[in-house]
């Protein structure tokens, strides 16, 4: 007689530092669970308060989030701040905390920089007077410098990027994520939770194999109580160059992405083509929204970005679900 | 610790698909290579170790299926009825399908573990196990484990751009410094062929990865085209070899298959002092 398997708990880990550490029903077979359980109560984190501070003077933050490895998440979060900072008398900081594969530095233009520290703290890298960035890119020696990192050591970069990061007055804080819902997911939404978070955007490409992935991106954010700005579909469609036909490279079978937001109750921002170009401009860390600024591919950016951007401003313009 | 004859004590060659990007194609590849070993004859296992964006078993068309034990451990999941396809993945053990495991690394290190020692491969001759991206805890915690029963080496997955070499290069020094060999790259998503006018357009560039392999001094394994055909069969969880055998992208993947026998071959033979 065979015995199935039971179904796994997705309760979230409460946290090392959390009051519940050790004691929640999450924690039940977990390797840390004794070293968490006897670990004495927490004075709560000093850091925390710091982070408020820092983020006094930040106005809107958007995280992007994917859950789905490569469907563009750097990409569009550099377009973003591109977008945003093309107008003079907004100040966007560009934030990178993926920590294993931070490609933030390349497609914005400024691989191998290296991050300044003053009074004041750990000083951003200008890529335009009103365009900052900040990755991990820029703390390691060679392009080879692999990060190997377990979690906790993930998570006090993250913290430090928060605290120690002289951001100075900030209209829009973007911070650019690494797939998953994982350690730099929970971490980034705790250390920000004392502070204002606009909310996620959600990239996906449309096939059904990524949108599996992002839905559970989205039951993370509901999770966490993250609101939820809205999904893009990007790689959404390609024009041969040559025959002007389009063809679908990573076909919708499933409705892609607006079929899924309308199903999950959340904004559709709308659809950004495969363009080659979007993939060159990145790799050459030129904003392809300059480059190209004429083309079908960066008018549909310009539209979903004014859609961010009026949410931020003047509020949700459909029912974002939290 | 775990002893050597807990791991995988059946299984004739491991292999870790990586890659260090995400979304280059690793699962895909792995699902692949596996189909076409099978096709070969071989006996294969397939480990999915992605626990926030398990894909394979979707790939496999095995979504919804549960995970039966016996007393030697848990059973993979079959993907055909000669058994000659095992899989298994957190997938099987979710509740929902929309379920998000929100686990910090010890409990992402406890899972695969359990799918290093739990699992009841039986005799394989392929084990491949597909990673997600990046050079964290999963990654750590699965060369760590495998010490003990030698795997073979990584496979290293790109498409041709720079900013996913940029992670492969990161990729490769996770290599060299857990000293797992690697046995080469694949070029993924290399080219786009319109369906309509034949114009093959370098969607994500070109030349990257076998400029890498030269680079890094690794074989080039060969490259896989962007196929919209292939990705049909991923939604699917269909073999592209059973429902477009004349596709040019399968002789692709056995091209790549070819490599990498080839270069397992060399090894153990140099390993065994042969000629």
Redesign the interface.
Known sequence: M???????S????P??ESEDAGKAS?CS????QEICASAKPRAPDPDVGQVRERMAGVKHKILVLS?????GK?TFSAQLAYGIAADEAKQVALLDID???P?IP??MGCDGEQVHQSNSGWSPIYVEDNLSVMSVGFLLGS??????????K?NGLIKQFLRDVDWGDVDYLIVDT??????E??SIVQYLSSTHVDGAVVIT?P???SL??V??????CR?VKLPIIGVVENMSG?V????K?Q?????P??GGAEKMAKDMGIPFLGRLP?D?RI??S??EGKSFLTEHEDSPAAAAYRSVINEITTHCTEGPTTDSQC | GIMADDILPNVGHVLLVLSGKGGVGKSTVATQLALALVEAGKKVGLLDIDLCGPSVAKMLDLEGRDIHQCSDGWLPVYADPSQQLGVMSIAFMLSHRDDAIVWRGPKKNAMIKQFLTDVAWGELEYLIIDTPPGTSDEHITVVENLQSCNPDGAILVSTPQAVSLGDVRRELSFCKRTHLPVLGIVENMSGFVCPHCSECTNVFSSGGGEAFAQDFHIPFLGRIPLDPKLSQCTEEGQSLAKVFPTSPTIQAVRTVVDNLVAQLKSRTNAKHGST
């Not at chain 1, 997705?10 to 880990?13: I, S």
């Not at chain 1, 063809?247 to 076909?251: A, C, E, L």
């Open positions: 065979q015995v199935i398997v039971p179904s796994v997705v309760l979230d880990c946290g090392t999450a077979g977990c390797p840390n859950g789905k490895g490569g469907v750097s920590i294993c594969g490609s390349r497609i392009p080879d410098d692999a990060v190997i990192w377990r979690g906790p993930k690494p797939p998953g819902t994982s350690d997911h929970l490409t096939q059904e194999v599996l992935d839905r559970k991106e989205i039951s993370f999770k390609f041969c160059p040559k025959c036909h063809s679908q490279i990573f076909p079978t499933t495969l080659p993939g060159k990145c790799d």
